[in-house]
């Protein structure tokens, strides 16, 4: 028993279980704003034109009555609550590629010759000014990270 309130204790402080449970009690409060504004506001305002609640709104179908009216909120809700999130994940990308963009224009094109201190290309492994063969330690992981910049702004 001691070894399942462990393992449950080392399960719950992961970082990204407590990053779902924000995600869900923040996604449960939003839902309830958006089904707030959906049956209080936007429905009495459809019900104007179809003069009657438009929530309450059914039809007699052989005996049985089809709610229509509800099920056109919930699909209001859910239209609402799907270009609500489109936003925010189009936000969120923006934001990334934004940083990303910045971080490759940080990156280095040109290093010192030590030999003879004149600016030449990362990539030279031989000083175009003074000829002099450079080391080439860390530039493949520069040119990587240049790459992969250039794939993420396109
Ligand atoms: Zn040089």
Known sequence: MRKFFHE????????????????????????KIVNSLVTNVISPIIG???KSNFDNLSADFMGVSVKYGAFITEFINFIIMAFVIFLMIKLLNGLRNIHRKDEAEEAPTTKK???CMSEININATRCP???????TEDNTEHTEDIEDAEIVSE
């Open 113 to 115: 010759c030590p030999f």
């Open 8 to 31: 449950f204790k080392e399960f719950a402080m992961r970082g990204s279980v407590i990053d779902l449970a924000v995600g869900v009690i923040i996604g449960g409060a939003f839902q």
């Open 129 to 135: 000014h003074c000829t002099s063969i450079l080391e």
């Open 48 to 50: 104007l034109f179809a």
